[in-house]
C-alpha cells in the first residue's frame, strides 16, 4: 500500500466517526425532548401507564387550586364588625330622649321585657295603664293595652273595657345604634280608632328612647 495515502485515510475515518456521534447526539435530544419530568419522577408520556400515573391528576387539583382561589369571592369572609344593637339583642329599660332627667322612671321609661305586664304613663301623675309587649318577626314589638291602673287620678270615665285588648296600641321599632322608636297608634273599639281618647299617651310615650 502506498503510504502517502494513509493521512487521507485518517481524514475519512474521522469525518465518519464525527457524523454518527451528531446523529447519535440528534437521537438523545428528541429521546429527551418526549420525556417529562416532574419532581424528579421521569415519565414517557407515551406509555400507556403515564396518564394514570398520578402526574397529570396532580397538575389537574394544581390548577383546580388556582381557578378557586382566582374565583374567590372579595367580599366574603367573616364578618367582624359589631353590630347594631337591636330589639333580637337587647333587653333592658330605655327612656325617652329629651326627658333623662326621670332617673326614676316614673313616666318616660319602657322595659322591653316581652313576659308579663307592665306599667306605662299616659298623663304625668295622673293616667296610667298595665301594657303587654309582644315581639314580632321583623324584631319590632307590638304593645296591647291589659288594663287601666288603679291609681289613676283622671280618665276614670273613659270606656275602658270598650277598648280593643288585641288591636296593638303602639309600636316600637329598633334603631341605629340601639336606640328604640315608639310610635303611639291609639285606643281602638272594634277596630277602629277611637278619635275621642286618640291622643291620651301620644305626646308622652311617642318618641326616640335610648338605653337608660
Same mark, same amino acid.
Given at each position: 500500500?502506498?503510504?502517502?495515502?494513509?493521512?487521507?485515510?485518517?481524514?475519512?475515518?474521522?469525518?465518519?466517526?464525527?457524523?454518527?456521534?451528531?446523529?447519535?447526539?440528534?437521537?438523545?435530544?428528541?429521546?429527551?425532548?418526549?420525556?417529562?419530568?416532574?419532581?424528579?419522577?421521569?415519565?414517557?408520556?407515551?406509555?400507556?401507564?403515564?396518564?394514570?400515573?398520578?402526574?397529570?391528576?396532580?397538575?389537574? *387539583?394544581?390548577?383546580?387550586?388556582?381557578?378557586? #382561589? !382566582?374565583?374567590?369571592?372579595?367580599?366574603?369572609?367573616? $364578618? +367582624? =364588625?359589631?353590630?347594631?344593637?337591636?330589639?333580637?339583642?337587647?333587653?333592658?329599660?330605655? *327612656?325617652?330622649?329629651?326627658?333623662?332627667?326621670? #332617673? !326614676?322612671?316614673?313616666?318616660?321609661?319602657?322595659?322591653? $321585657? +316581652? =313576659?308579663?305586664?307592665?306599667?306605662?304613663?299616659?298623663?304625668?301623675?295622673?293616667?296610667? *295603664?298595665?301594657?303587654?309587649?309582644?315581639?314580632?318577626?321583623?324584631?319590632?314589638?307590638?304593645?296591647?293595652?291589659?288594663?287601666? =291602673?288603679?291609681?289613676?287620678?283622671?280618665?276614670?270615665?273613659?270606656?275602658?273595657?270598650?277598648?280593643?285588648?288585641?288591636?296593638?296600641?303602639?309600636?316600637?321599632?329598633?334603631?341605629?345604634?340601639?336606640?328604640?322608636?315608639?310610635?303611639?297608634?291609639?285606643?281602638?273599639?272594634?277596630?277602629?280608632?277611637?278619635?275621642?281618647?286618640?291622643?291620651?299617651?301620644?305626646?308622652?310615650?311617642?318618641?326616640?328612647?335610648?338605653?337608660?
Amino acid at each position: 500500500m502506498n503510504i502517502n495515502k494513509f493521512p487521507l485515510v485518517f481524514a475519512l475515518l474521522f469525518v465518519v466517526a464525527s457524523s454518527c456521534k451528531n446523529s447519535n447526539s440528534g437521537d438523545d435530544v428528541k429521546e429527551s425532548d418526549d420525556v417529562i419530568t416532574i419532581e424528579g419522577d421521569t415519565r414517557d408520556p407515551n406509555n400507556p401507564e403515564f396518564e394514570g400515573s398520578g402526574v397529570t391528576k396532580d397538575r389537574n *387539583i394544581y390548577n383546580e387550586d388556582i381557578d378557586s #382561589t !382566582n374565583n374567590e369571592d372579595p367580599g366574603s369572609g367573616n $364578618n +367582624t =364588625s359589631n353590630p347594631d344593637r337591636s330589639v333580637s339583642n337587647t333587653t333592658g329599660k330605655y *327612656i325617652k330622649t329629651g326627658e333623662e332627667s326621670d #332617673t !326614676n322612671c316614673h313616666c318616660y321609661c319602657v322595659d322591653l $321585657n +316581652t =313576659s308579663g305586664t307592665q306599667e306605662l304613663c299616659l298623663v304625668p301623675g295622673e293616667m296610667y *295603664i298595665s301594657a303587654r309587649l309582644q315581639k314580632n318577626s321583623d324584631n319590632s314589638i307590638d304593645v296591647f293595652l291589659v288594663e287601666p =291602673s288603679a291609681r289613676n287620678t283622671q280618665g276614670k270615665d273613659m270606656p275602658w273595657k270598650d277598648f280593643d285588648r288585641n288591636s296593638a296600641i303602639a309600636k316600637i321599632t329598633p334603631q341605629s345604634k340601639g336606640s328604640i322608636d315608639l310610635d303611639w297608634l291609639g285606643f281602638k273599639i272594634n277596630g277602629d280608632l277611637a278619635m275621642d281618647y286618640a291622643l291620651f299617651g301620644k305626646k308622652t310615650l311617642e318618641g326616640e328612647y335610648k338605653l337608660k
